[in-house]
């Protein structure tokens, strides 16, 4: 098999995961037989600081013809941050339908998480989240600025099949897992829009009758996060409550640095795109130590939807057994000293040799 995969690595230490895994990637589908072809576009906030665009105008036209997208992550402290995501990021996964995004949070072995009492595997959920729609639509408006009748208006929008897309891929999910399913969601104060999709869920479930729905509200559900994040399975949420909740599970599982994502379009009509939780990490970008484990595992999850389960499992478990290595490299964040190289160098002669 042979895939064309666009990468995009952005910004900050989006860059620096992206160069330190890129070629591991490709020698390890290489001794799977796997051919992978890719190409490196320098889009993000140096071409907005030159050029006023992250991408070009036709940087959809050009992604269309790839097999699978990476993304590093893209943030700059010199763009407003609702430039660079609203120009690049939500333009792909919107542009390209990718309606399904897909978190992991998953405690391994050999790496401590923050909360007392759980060690490896004793955490094991993953969240799905709606990606197109809800709070992070395109679809309200400023006026009067300046004045003191200055007025903002952010809507959020729900549609029937966006909502029933998501809750069926997460009832599919538990249904593979262990038949857990716990909708987050915020009805009692967004009466239309979350009271809908809590009827969605109902609805669904029908469909799914060994699967156990549980219901909480998205204040008491990050607070469950921390109290009790053992007895979560599969978690659905709207966009922004999926958002918060992941970075919630990155920290909880050990650290943001570790959790992997995937932007889904199903259908199979354009191509879908991986990349870590984690943004571009002002404060320790240029640095050299953040850790490529999310980008890594990411990339397990692209050849994972590429169908090429055997070397998506080689790629999640020799990280997973690296990470149980007390003796190998890891990075400051899961309580190492090592350089994002010589995480990715290390890993590099466990897989290849
Ligand atoms: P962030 O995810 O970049 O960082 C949050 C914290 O986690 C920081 O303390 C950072 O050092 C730590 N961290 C993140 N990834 C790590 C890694 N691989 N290894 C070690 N530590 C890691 O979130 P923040 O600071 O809110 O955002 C920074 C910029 O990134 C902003 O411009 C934001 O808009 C953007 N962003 C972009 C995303 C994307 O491109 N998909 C996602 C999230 C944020
Ligand atoms: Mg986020």
């Known amino acids: 098999m042979s895939y064309d995969i666009a990468v995009i690595p952005g910004d900050g230490i989006g860059n620096e995961v992206v160069d330190a895994t890129e070629s591991l990637m490709?020698?390890?589908?290489?001794?799977?037989?796997?051919?992978?072809?890719?190409?490196?576009?320098?889009?993000?906030?140096?071409?907005?600081?030159?050029?006023?665009?992250?991408?070009?105008?036709?940087?959809?036209?050009?992604?269309?013809?790839?097999?699978?997208?990476l993304l590093g992550a893209v943030g700059h402290p010199e763009v407003p941050d609702h430039v660079t995501l609203r120009n690049l990021r939500l333009?792909?996964?919107?542009?390209?339908?990718?309606?399904?995004?897909?978190?992991?949070?998953?405690?391994?072995?050999?790496?401590?998480?923050?909360?007392?009492?759980?060690?490896?595997g004793d955490i094991d959920l993953v969240v799905y989240r709606q990606n197109t729609e809800g709070e992070y639509a395109d679809v309200g408006g400023r006026e009067h600025q300046g004045f003191s009748n200055e007025v903002a208006v952010q809507s959020a929008v729900y549609t029937r099949e966006g909502t029933e897309a998501i809750v069926r891929a997460a009832f599919e999910a538990?249904?593979?897992?262990?038949?857990?399913?716990?909708?987050?969601?915020?009805?009692?104060?967004?009466?239309?829009?979350?009271?809908?999709?809590d009827e969605v869920v109902?609805?669904?479930s029908e469909e799914y009758p060994n699967v156990t729905v549980e219901r909480l509200l998205v204040d008491a559900g990050s607070m469950d996060f921390v109290r009790r994040p053992d007895e979560f399975d599969v978690v659905v949420a709207s966009n922004l409550f999926g958002d918060i909740l992941t970075d919630i599970g990155g920290i909880i599982s050990g650290s943001l640095g570790i959790a992997p994502s995937t932007n889904?379009?199903?259908s199979g009509e354009y191509p879908s795109m991986f990349e870590p939780v984690h943004g571009s990490a002002?404060?320790?970008?240029?640095?050299?130590?953040?850790?490529?484990?999310?980008?890594?595992?990411?990339?397990?999850?692209?050849?994972?939807?590429?169908?090429?389960?055997e070397l998506?499992?080689?790629?999640?478990?020799?990280?997973?057994?690296?990470?149980?290595?007390?003796?190998?490299?890891?990075?400051?964040?899961?309580?190492?000293?090592?350089?994002?190289?010589?995480?990715?160098?290390?890993?590099e002669e466990r897989l290849l040799q």
Request: charged share 25%; hydrophobic share 35%; glycine share 10%.
């Open 91 to 120: 333009p792909i996964t919107k542009g390209f339908n990718q309606h399904i995004c897909k978190r992991p949070s998953y405690l391994f072995e050999g790496v401590q998480s923050p909360l007392r009492g759980y060690s490896g």
């Open 202 to 204: 109902q609805e669904i």
């Open 312 to 347: 998506a499992e080689t790629l999640w478990n020799g990280v997973a057994e690296q990470l149980a290595d007390s003796d190998a490299p890891r990075t400051p964040d899961i309580g190492g000293n090592a350089t994002t190289l010589d995480v990715a160098g290390d890993l």
């Open 264 to 266: 889904i379009n199903p």
């Open 174 to 197: 538990a249904t593979e897992r262990r038949g857990k399913l716990t909708n987050i969601t915020k009805s009692n104060a967004q009466a239309y829009g979350m009271v809908f999709w």
């Open 26 to 69: 490709i020698d390890l589908a290489a001794s799977h037989d796997v051919e992978i072809q890719t190409t490196q576009f320098d889009w993000g906030s140096e071409r907005y600081l030159e050029e006023g665009a992250l991408m070009p105008e036709d940087g959809l036209d050009t992604l269309e013809e790839f097999d699978s997208i």
């Open 282 to 309: 002002f404060d320790i970008m240029g640095e050299g130590i953040a850790n490529p484990v999310g980008m890594l595992l990411s990339m397990s999850l692209m050849f994972e939807h590429l169908d090429e389960d």
